[in-house]
């Protein structure tokens, strides 16, 4: 009876979570209600607050689960190709996120007053902070960074160098080419702090 009843439940939340996104995305989120959501599920208001504290902490959610299907995206991980691959783990984040631009500008309007999408935040920049610093130390292995970097301090530098980067982007109206920038300002870093691909193999006569 247990399973049952927290299957029930969690059903209920996705089918929230659900009307929510397709809502805001629709019509922006200042414009869409909580009556609104749950009269689009066919429940009582209380039953949202069951579920979600807030119409604020339905942003939180969305972007956990966004960063979350963008680090399950495969990316190439080649120690002789640092820098793209650090570009590309970026991007898919970056368009996982604009995917949904509605979702997107509210929790960066939100941010600084919903402590749910600081936790998400945190735990998002933690999570790519650990692979970039995987990805770096591969390439200290390999010997295409230098054996005595700091693989932690450069992976929180990329982190901020992208954070930055997106925040700019952001701010211009997603007029800049975030993308070229990112990619550029990554190997810019990745070559300060020493990187130097393989070199190929020469091939027998």
């Not at 066919?42 to 966004?66: C, I, M, Q, S």
């Not at 550029?184 to 020469?202: N, T």
Request: include cysteine.
């Amino acid at each position: 009876m247990t399973g049952k009843r927290e299957s029930k439940k969690r059903a209920l939340r996705k089918a929230l979570y659900d009307a929510a996104f397709v809502l805001i995305e629709r019509n922006g989120y200042d414009a869409v209600s909580i009556e609104q959501i749950v009269a689009a599920v066919g429940v009582a208001k209380g039953t949202f607050f069951n579920h979600f504290p807030g119409k604020a902490d339905l942003l939180a959610e969305w972007y956990a689960r966004a960063m979350q299907a963008a680090f399950d995206k495969p990316v190439a991980t080649a120690p002789d190709a640092l820098p793209a691959n650090l570009t590309a783990l970026v991007l898919n984040s970056l368009h996982a996120a604009s995917a949904a631009p509605e979702m997107w500008r509210a929790k960066n309007a939100l941010a600084l007053s919903t402590p749910s999408i600081q936790a998400a935040e945190r735990q998002v920049d933690g999570d790519m902070l650990a692979e970039i610093e995987r990805r770096l130390n591969d390439a200290r292995s390999s010997g295409t960074l230098p054996c005595d970097i700091d693989t932690r301090s450069l992976a929180d530098l990329i982190v901020t160098l992208v954070t930055g980067s997106i925040r700019e982007w952001a701010v211009t109206g997603a007029q800049t080419d975030a993308g070229a920038r990112i990619e550029q300002r990554i190997s810019h870093l990745c070559k300060l702090a020493g990187y130097r691909p393989l070199a190929p193999e020469p091939i027998d006569a």
